[in-house]
Structures are given as structure tokens and as C-alpha cells.
């Protein structure tokens, strides 16, 4: 073999080298791009598994929130209903008195 074929080849060699080093490289950057998306990505998840957990804590505390001004309700609603019956009973008994009071003055 001589010399110029030798070196012929050897430049060849170089040649596919520094090509597959560039295309190692390539990957490289790709590998490092995907790593800081996967990151981003991760983060996102991060944040949105908190907001999630903020979300139904909220959503408990205003159904706890509903619940007790449904019992209130139920309570306010429950003493007005007395107090109708009260009146009427008042006004039941006003108006036995005026009947006993008529026959009364009558009898007399």
C-alpha cells in the first residue's frame, strides 16, 4: 500500500469520525432539549397537582360552608313556623276572650 492511498484512506476515516461526532453532538442537543422540556413538563405537573388540591379544599370548605346555611335555614325556617303557630294561637285565644267577654256582659 503506499503512502497516498494511506493517507487517502486515513483522511476518510477522519472524515466518517468527525461526522459521527457531529451527529453524537446532534443528539446531544436533542437529549438536552428533551431534558428541560421533560423539566417544564414536571413543573406543570407540580403546579397543577397544587391548584387540584387548592380546587377541593375549596370545594369542601364551601360545601361545609353550604351545608351549615342549610341547617341555619332550617333552623330560622323552623322558629318562624313556630311563631306563626304562636300568633294564631293568640289570635284563637283574643278572640275566645272577646266571646267569652260578649257573653259575659250579656248574661249580666
Known sequence: MDR????T???TQLERLTSACMTVQGYGERMDQM??????VE???VNLTRLIKLLQTTSETQEQE???IRDNFGLVN???CELDR???DTERGQVLQRIVRRKVRGAT
Open 86 to 88: 304562636r300568633m294564631a
Open 35 to 40: 431534558s428541560s422540556q421533560i423539566t417544564s
Open 66 to 68: 353550604s351545608q351549615k
Open 78 to 80: 323552623g322558629r318562624l
Open 4 to 7: 497516498n492511498a494511506y493517507m
Open 43 to 45: 413543573e406543570r405537573i
Open 9 to 11: 484512506y486515513l483522511e
